[in-house]
């Protein structure tokens, strides 16, 4: 039927009155899809024209967790770095308890990311993910073909809901280093998964990335299991160590990991190997 639902969408300006702002309009006569909303006063094409680009206003804002501990935080950095907004951190230290319970994986919630933009407050990194799509589309954070974007929102959703054992067995820690480290057959699991997902997506795509040339949100989801394998050396196939090698070649991920070797926070539940 050619139906697109929109997600993560606010309308709080009135009827049908934006995407997060009264900076976005709809065309009179318009479906309801990303494609149709068009920054008011600019040039576009309702339908399967391109229109003009809205101009993110200044002023974002996110809100994260020690980089050194946090991997939501490093997603939600990574998808905006990847749309190419403009926005400042706000940086929640773990003497924060709320914080703390988060890091160790006792918090009901997630207080990070949160990306705070045009009046908004958007929590949970899969909802930044889109909004920050229906703000910078040409930003590539969802491939273009809808079967890849279907594709790439499922991995996704998979990453963010699953592979509890492996959070908790294998805490990511960029500035350690647990040679030998023993994996438990749980975690081990979960990590034969995200392997698999990973050889079938680039197998699909060719690679570099999960979803071909450019990194997409799917790349920012798995991210810090990167991190982990670099962190407690766990053996990969060489699909697996040749995908977290781009990873890590990424600049935004250089510049993440650079920033917590120097941060001076430590959590020593997370620092000790068990």
């Keep these: 039927l050619g139906v697109r639902v929109v997600t993560g969408c606010v309308f709080d300006e009135g009827a049908m009155g934006g995407c997060g702002g009264a900076a976005w309009g709809l065309h009179a006569g318009a479906s309801l899809r990303s494609d149709a909303f068009v920054p008011r006063g600019g040039e576009g094409i309702v339908g399967t024209e391109t229109v003009a680009e809205a101009k993110p206003t200044s ?6 967790g020690a980089r050194n501990y946090s991997s939501w ?9 990847l749309a190419g907004l403009d926005f400042t951190e706000e940086v929640v230290p773990p003497s ?23 009046g908004l ?49 294998l805490p990511m820690n ?38 071909g040339g450019r990194p997409t ?9 990167a991190t982990r394998i670099r962190t407690y050396r766990v053996p990969a196939d060489e699909t697996a160590r040749a995908y ?25 539940e997370l620092d000790v190997q068990t």
Aim: hydrophobic share 50%; proline share 7%.
């Design 73 to 81: 935080s490093l997603r939600g950095w990574l998808l905006c770095k």
């Design 59 to 64: 002023g974002a804002r996110l809100v994260i």
């Design 174 to 211: 960029l500035r350690g280093d647990f040679p030998g480290f023993r994996v438990w057959s749980r975690a081990q699991a979960d990590l034969d998964r995200i392997f698999a997902i990973w050889r079938d997506c680039l197998a699909r795509s060719d690679g570099p990335y999960l979803f």
């Design 96 to 118: 924060n308890p709320k914080m703390r319970a988060e890091l160790l994986l006792l918090s009901p919630s997630m207080l990070v990311p949160c990306l705070r933009h045009d």
């Design 121 to 169: 407050a958007i929590t949970g990194v899969l909802a930044i993910a889109e909004y920050l799509h229906e703000l910078l589309p040409r930003a590539g954070l969802l491939p273009e073909d809808r079967a890849e974007r279907a594709r790439c929102r499922s991995v996704s959703s998979e990453m963010h809901a699953g592979f509890a054992p492996l959070r908790s067995a």
């Design 244 to 268: 977290c090698e781009t990873l890590f070649a990424l600049p935004a991920m250089a510049e993440w990991i650079a920033a917590a070797r120097v941060e001076p926070v430590e959590i020593g």
């Design 217 to 225: 949100m799917a790349d920012a989801m798995f991210a810090p299991v």
